[in-house]
């Protein structure tokens, strides 16, 4: 994958005195297992969740416990309402899970429309979505002409920020910078715990204008220092779309297509909000409900985005798709790619995991309408990029993997292609590197999180406490002298 450059349009440069992005701070002491070693008596402390934590698959049936929060039929367990979104795969006919063509509202709205609304005005769509998220309604062209100000007047970072803006070579990840700073950002506020709505529509609207700068800065210090280079602060652009923002930021003065920017828009409106159910949005709903501060609230919901099943998927998918080209030398093959795909699923290939990211979702089961629109938008870039057989070697994968699948696990419900295995192809063609495809993810889900966030704390304000069921058996108590 190309490098993302660097822009040389800035506002000032910063030496490693002046910000902490450049300061090498590692950690001197080392790991217990790495400085002490795993002797005899430490087996049981490193192995023991081995066993303890064993529990007999019956046992699950035994007690009908929901594990995942899963129905036995894979459907998610009911538990709660919503006004936010909804995300349609199926239809439940006397209890039967029947799979149906997938179907993306936002507040009533089918989001094909609202992007291809946006899309025949020439016009950039992220913002008006995440109006409707948060806000409630659809905004007319002065309500929205205000909310891009007001996420536009947030997009400069606090006076101090950047001497103690968290490094980004030494987390190893783009998402865990997104996590400190937005716990940073707590600290800058002068009433961080206020949960009025005036101050919650205020944070997020702070976050829409600051994470794409925090995730950008975070990429061009480990650039910087990667390739002995000045840190570069690009200038903030309250006038910018976000996806121009963040384009502006990795293009510098080689810039960008208007095509490419509103290509861009239209991942982030994809992405903007999925359902309550979904880890980081359930996630952000459980924090909430214990009435915590916003700050702490979403930084979870980075954490919970982050892992390679849910937001992580998208990089991994990428990451599969690139190794499968290195490795199939003739992408016009099924049979050749059935093969590569088999090894796979067989963890003899790629990461070793079994799984073939980018198929398969929790919900939709024929079709998720988001790759079907990314599918038809990504072709029109692919055409002008050159990159015609590399999407059609992605088709390819999306055909077989099921076919595959259903052979080598023998799996009979039906398997769909979700967004993720389109994800890293378009923001490969755009020149992104792989390090934010994530960290993009997150910062348009910040108005799907806002929304479901106000809705827990001013709809049923209840704490979410699940239940688990003890099934260890009773000890007596042994003292230490006796012990072996």
Known sequence: MPEVSIPRRFRKLLSARETSALMQAMDAYPMPSVGMGISDEAEQLYDGMKHADAIPSDLYELYDVKRGLRNADGSGVLVGLTTVSGVHGYNKVDGKVIPDEGRLTIRGYDMADLVAGAQKDGRFGYEEVAYLLIAGALPNEAQLEDFRARVGMRRELPEGYLSIFPRMAYSHSIMNVLQRA????????????????????????????????????????????????????????????IAESILDVLRGDEGFMR???????????????????????????????????AYSAYAAALGSLKGPKHGGANYKAGEMINDIADNVKRWDSDDEVADYLTKILNREAFDQSGLIYGLGHAVYTVTDP??????????????????????ELIKRVERLGPEVMRDVRRISKPISTNIDMYTGFVYEMLGISQELFTPIFAIARMAGWAAHRMEELYGPARIIRPAYNAVMKNEGYVSLADRG
């Not at 005036?198 to 829409?208: F, I, N, R």
């Open 259 to 293: 095509d490419e920017a509103l290509l861009l828009d239209v991942m982030l409106m994809l992405h903007a909000e999925h359902g309550g159910g979904n880890n980081s949005t359930f996630t952000t709903r459980v924090l909430s409900s214990s009435a915590t501060d």
């Open 370 to 391: 988001r790759a079907e629109i990314v599918k038809s938008y990504a072709a029109k870039l692919a055409e002008e990029k050159g990159q015609l057989e590399k999407l």
């Open 182 to 241: 937005t716990l940073l950002l707590y600290a800058f506020d002068p009433t961080p715990d206020d949960t009025t709505p005036v101050h919650e529509v205020d944070v997020a609207l702070s976050l829409l204008g600051r994470w794409p700068r925090v995730a950008s800065i975070a990429y061009a210090a480990e650039h910087s220092e990667r390739y002995d280079q000045k840190l570069r602060i690009p200038p903030a652009r309250p006038e910018y779309s």
